[in-house]
């Protein structure tokens, strides 16, 4: 079983839509939970940054962790064109004095104008 | 803020030779710089956590004499790909975390690809 579970996708929705990302984890260590968007052949860029259970919002994101059931969930508001991305669960936890980051797979976001 | 350079952002090279790709942090000192692999449509995959003036920790199955890590200073890492075939072919990716962060995050950079011919 992987540390990180995330639906690969694709996800197409239309211009507008609600999106929801999810990912699920079997390591209760994990401490920092992380939401990254990274376009096609380019570097991830970090969209949300959590610590703690509950709800996180940035403008049309919102970050949602709950430890109880080890899943975290990303939810994108009035998707536009320009959200079409990968978006990548991110979580950490120390290793020998380390944070090392364990990514999921990715979900490929396409949003129809 | 915070900007993670990495240099070439694509190379190709001839099997058997071996490729150098720099890691910077230009506004920043990093303490410890991480390097990832990514297969297409794939994740990230750890390969190994460089800290400066140190040897690199490397993950497991990842051969620490063929992906040559050296952290010279507290902004330049380097991934050097010894005796490169084509199965090396992938994206390489750096992330550098600032010195005296009281957490965890890290800044990644936008990536080199490598083929192998």
């Known amino acids: 079983q992987k540390e990180v579970e995330q639906d690969p996708g694709p996800l197409s929705v239309p211009e507008g839509a609600i999106v929801s990302l999810n990912c699920t984890y079997s390591?209760?260590?994990?401490?920092?939970f992380m939401w990254y968007r990274q376009y096609s052949r380019k570097g991830p860029e970090l969209l949300m940054y959590?610590?703690?259970?509950g709800n996180k919002e940035d403008g049309r994101f919102t970050a949602q962790v709950d430890k109880s059931s080890k899943y975290i969930s990303l939810f994108i508001r009035d998707s536009q064109p320009s959200d079409s991305a990968t978006y990548l669960c991110?979580?950490?936890?120390?290793?020998?004095?380390?944070?090392?980051?364990?990514f999921g797979t990715g979900t490929r976001l396409k949003v129809l104008a | 803020g915070a900007v993670v350079s990495q240099h070439p952002s694509w190379v190709i090279c001839k099997s058997g030779t071996s490729v150098k790709i720099e890691c910077r942090s230009l506004?920043?000192?990093?303490?410890?710089m991480f390097w990832y692999r990514q297969f297409p449509k794939q994740s990230l995959m750890l390969m190994a956590t460089?800290?400066?003036?140190?040897?690199?920790?490397?993950e497991q199955g990842v051969e620490k004499d063929k992906f040559l890590i050296n952290h010279a200073s507290l902004t330049l890492s380097t991934l050097t790909v010894t005796s490169a075939h084509p199965e090396d072919s992938s994206f390489y990716i750096c992330?550098?975390?600032?010195?005296?962060?009281?957490?965890?995050?890290?800044?990644f950079g936008p990536g080199t690809r490598l083929t192998v011919l």
């Open positions: 992330s550098a975390r600032p010195q005296g962060e009281a957490y965890n995050e890290q800044f």
């Open positions: 390591n209760s260590a994990f401490q920092y």
């Open positions: 959590t610590y703690s259970s």
């Open positions: 991110a979580m950490s936890r120390s290793t020998s004095g380390t944070y090392k980051y364990i």
């Open positions: 506004d920043f000192q990093a303490t410890t």
């Open positions: 460089s800290n400066e003036g140190s040897k690199a920790t490397y």
